[in-house]
């Protein structure tokens, strides 16, 4: 067990995690609608997620999945206030583009 | 072997999350990023991380995305209302994205040689990330349940309509 | 007892801050009454401190003023001889014009304020004098400047009096600026101003020795805005503006006084640099009689005093220059009596007149004010050193030095005391000879009230037999005045190595050929305007070169006026206009508006798009990272 899991250098989860994260990146910074901007940031916070379990596996450290399980309670919550958010935001306005949120324009 | 599952695995993570952020219809975004999710969950068995990796799906694809759903249902959002960026600004966001993804390689590239631990089966086991959550991060654990109940408070006093 | 004198210059303060606080509410004659009872305490105890003086110098600590580092410097006085003498002088001749003023500023309404003036005058002066350093002598010679400028321009309504006020202090600044300069090189070379520290090191000079010369002339320069010589002189004339107590206190017995005291002080320093004192002795020998010609045909009878005092002060430079230190004090004890005298008496005068100045309009008032005529005959004859007044001896002892060092001094000497007697005799028979030229319907002239002419008698009695303390060897007198300032001198004449007085036969013969030609200009001014009854000429006549060039201060005010004044005018408003309104009001305009252009700018960054912001979170985000690899 132990050489089949190691025989994949940690390097290569860095480097998957990174480029999730990167694609997460670009998935705000791409899109128009809200709820494709909160399914990006849940992708980022999953890339994250996956390089922490990466780094308790190749250390024995169990605090590094202890982590993750408090990041996942977190997004969760987030992800519940920020749809109730966008909910009252699509009641007012009648639409998700984050466009049309610039009323604090200076 | 190892090898194969995990690059297999890491291909359909990165062209879901891709496809995620690329097609128009709200719907299929969702339904590509559960598939992601799947895909990150495999990723972690391979770590021998499995209550993890069981977590992942049952709050993530199965109660998160779910939520997803319901909201984009509510609110009848379908390909034709979806609103579009100019190209100038999707290529924007590529190039930054673009960028901040050659910095983050850049930086872990020099790295030093990451030390590896001898591998030890328990970690990742049920019992042992419990031993660890209650004795260790006990404290945290209690405030994010008082998290939760501000998360729970502040959506449903965010929801409820106006009494006029 | 000799602490107790630590108090003098204390009570003219106290009386200064209680008049001046209560000012209004205090009745007049209370006001006049406590001044003038301040003054007299400190006059009784400077003759008690005269009375114990003893050879050596006596220091009284009063307190540590100043403590930073390696520089610190004490509140200390010095009690000796010479500090007594001025002490006497001040305190005495002040409390007579005290007594004065309460006659001749009986009306004015500034009545109680006068007098909190006179008194922190008189603080200062005796601060001056007491001082045991040059820092402390020139806290009371700036202090007595101060005073100057408030009770020249106590008449502040009138505009030309507060020009005259402030040309007073600003000359006076000017010299001052080489005193400072002076304290500065004695504390870099004897590391204290303490006189009680410099003089002991400097005896170890060498005579000659060009730090010491260089220091002297410095404090020079500071006793040429002081004491009025070339070329700082102008504001005397101009300060006769002030009342005329003010005049006869400040401006003839003591505050002019002052440089002729630092001089004298420093003796020891002079005696070590002959540069200066040649210096000293020909810039005050050509002020005598620059002045001297120039009172020859003024007709106001206090601007003709005023360039006496000039002229007189110049005999004491004269003194000090030729090493007759203890001449010079007898000088000014002597010149400080009559001077007094001749400027209460022109007060006098002007009071019985109703302020009438111009001496063509006065004259036969010898019938009328007699007190006046009678104490201003034996001023003017005590000032032109006719024997046996006051005058004779102190001025002919300095003579006769003169003689000694240098002989063209003495002929300029003797020149000048042939105009002195002429000018100071036209004076008075202009003045109380002949037939009144006033007009009689309009002014009634009277004598003034006992107030003013009781110290106008003890004046007069003074400056006559005060000569007889310092009759020379060679009349059969013992000298006493010098031999009293001896110890104090002794030093800086051991420095010098006087030449040996000439034989008593050559001293009278000199005293002879003064005396003669004296008497001979009284002669001729007899002549000319008691005789010939002859009248200076109205304003506006046409007059020969030599008498107006001497008539118009040989236009010494224009020149410095039009060298000086004008081009520092020119300057300023330059200053002003571009400098200042333009260059610096720029600046400051312009970082306001640097401000608002920048923030104009920064204003675009609040697009509150969200979009925008999300895209410069990810690029600050790769930023970030990236200046952290390198």
């Not at chain 2, 673009?98 to 089966?121: H, R, T, Y």
């Not at chain 3, 007190?371 to 001025?395: E, H, N, V, W």
């Amino acid at each position: 067990m132990n050489q089949a899991i190691h025989t994949i250098p940690l390097d290569w989860y860095t480097l998957l995690s990174s480029i999730l994260f990167c694609i997460g990146v670009m998935g705000v910074l791409f899109r128009r609608n809200a709820i494709i901007i909160f399914m990006s940031i849940e992708l980022m916070l999953n890339a994250v997620n996956l390089l922490l379990v990466a780094f308790s596996a190749y250390h024995n450290d169990a605090a590094g999945q202890v982590f993750v399980f408090f990041t996942m309670a977190v997004a969760a919550a987030e992800i519940a206030v920020g749809l109730a958010i966008l909910v009252v935001v699509y009641r007012n306005t009648k639409s998700t583009d984050i466009d049309v949120l610039n009323r604090l324009k200076g | 072997m190892t090898v194969y599952l995990f690059a297999i695995l890491g291909f359909f993570a990165i062209l879901s999350a891709l496809m995620v952020v690329l097609t128009k219809n709200p719907i299929h975004s969702i339904l590509y990023l559960v598939l992601t999710f799947f895909a990150i969950a495999g990723e972690y068995v391979l770590l021998n991380a499995q209550f993890l990796a069981i977590v992942n799906i049952i709050v993530y694809a199965g109660a998160i995305m779910v939520l997803f759903l319901f909201v984009v249902m509510l609110l009848n959002l379908n390909e034709e209302t979806e609103p579009h960026k100019s190209v100038l600004r999707k290529l924007i966001a590529v190039i930054a994205a673009g960028l901040l993804l050659v910095v983050l390689v850049g930086s872990l590239k020099g790295a030093d040689n990451m030390s590896i631990k001898p591998f030890s089966q328990n970690t990742g086991l049920i019992e042992n990330l419990g031993k660890v959550l209650f004795n260790d991060f006990l404290l945290p654990f209690e405030v994010s349940a008082v998290l939760f109940l501000a998360a729970m408070v502040g959506a449903v006093m965010l929801g409820k309509k106006d009494i006029k | 007892m000799m602490q107790l004198a630590a108090l003098i210059p204390f009570f003219p303060l106290a009386g200064f801050i209680i008049i001046g606080l209560l000012n209004k509410r205090m009745p007049k004659n209370m006001a006049a009454m406590f001044a003038c009872a301040m003054l007299l305490i400190s006059f009784g105890l400077s003759v008690s401190v005269f009375m114990n003086i003893s050879g050596h110098a006596t220091e009284i600590q009063l307190f540590s003023w100043i403590n930073a580092g390696t520089f610190s410097a004490s509140f200390n006085f010095l009690l000796d001889p010479l500090s007594s003498i001025f002490l006497l002088i001040i305190t005495g001749v002040g409390f007579l014009i005290h007594i004065y003023s309460i006659g001749y500023m009986h009306d004015d309404e500034k009545h109680n304020i006068f007098f909190a003036y006179l008194n922190l005058f008189i603080f200062f002066m005796l601060v001056l004098v007491l001082g045991s350093s040059y820092l402390l002598m020139f806290v009371g010679w700036e202090g007595v400047g101060l005073s100057s400028y408030l009770l020249i321009g106590f008449w502040f309504k009138n505009n030309s009096y507060n020009n005259a006020a402030k040309k007073a202090f600003i000359m006076n600044r000017i010299g001052d600026l080489g005193f400072l300069l002076g304290i500065i090189l004695l504390f870099i070379t004897f590391g204290s101003s303490d006189y009680a520290t410099i003089f002991p090191k400097a005896q170890g000079f060498m005579t000659g020795d060009s730090m010491i010369t260089t220091i002297t002339l410095l404090l020079f320069v500071g006793a040429i805005g002081k004491s009025a010589q070339i070329p700082l002189y102008t504001w005397l004339p101009d300060a006769m503006a002030g009342p005329t107590p003010v005049s006869a206190l400040i401006h003839a017995a003591t505050m002019v006084t002052a440089g002729i005291y630092m001089v004298a002080r420093s003796g020891i320093l002079y005696a070590l640099a002959p540069v200066s004192m040649y210096v000293v002795a020909l810039i005050g020998v050509v002020t005598a009689v620059f002045a001297a010609t120039i009172a020859l045909t003024q007709n106001d009878i206090k601007k003709v005093l005023a360039y006496s005092t000039v002229s007189q002060l110049g005999y004491m430079f004269l003194g000090l220059g030729v090493g007759a230190f203890s001449a010079s004090v007898f000088h000014v004890m002597t010149h400080a009596f009559f001077k007094a005298l001749l400027f209460l008496g022109a007060g006098s005068v002007i009071h019985g007149l109703g302020g009438e100045q111009d001496i063509r309009n006065m004259g036969g008032l010898r019938k009328k004010l007699p007190i006046t005529f009678i104490t201003f005959l034996l001023a003017t004859l005590a000032i032109s050193g006719i024997p046996p007044f006051s005058g004779f001896f102190s001025k002919d002892e300095i003579l006769a030095h003169a003689f000694a060092s240098n002989k063209i001094f003495w002929v300029l000497g003797v020149i000048g005391s042939m105009m002195t007697a002429f000018y100071m005799f036209r004076l008075l028979f202009l003045t109380f000879y002949g037939t009144y030229r006033g007009d009689e319907h309009k002014v009634h002239p009277h004598e003034s009230p006992s107030s003013m002419t009781v110290p106008l008698i003890i004046l007069a009695i003074l400056s006559t037999i005060g000569g007889f303390v310092g009759v020379p060897e060679s009349l059969g007198g013992t000298s006493q005045i010098s031999k009293f300032l001896d110890p104090v001198f002794q030093p800086a004449q051991a420095k010098m190595m006087m030449i040996e007085n000439s034989s008593s036969i050559s001293e009278i013969a000199l005293m002879g050929i003064t005396v003669a030609v004296v008497l001979a200009s009284i002669l001729l001014a007899w002549y000319f305007y008691v005789s010939r009854k002859r009248v200076p000429s109205p304003e506006g006549t046409k007059l020969p070169v030599l008498t107006n060039l001497s008539y118009h201060k040989y236009y010494v005010d224009e020149i410095y006026n039009a060298l000086i004044t004008k081009p520092l005018d020119a300057i300023s408003l330059f200053l002003k206009n571009i400098v200042d309104n333009k260059l610096i009001d720029g600046i400051v305009n312009a970082t306001g508006k640097l401000t608002e252009w920048l923030s104009g700018l920064m204003r675009f960054v609040q697009t509150g798009n969200v979009d925008f912001y999300l895209l410069a979170m990810v690029i600050g985000m790769a930023c970030i990272i990236f200046f952290k690899l390198m």
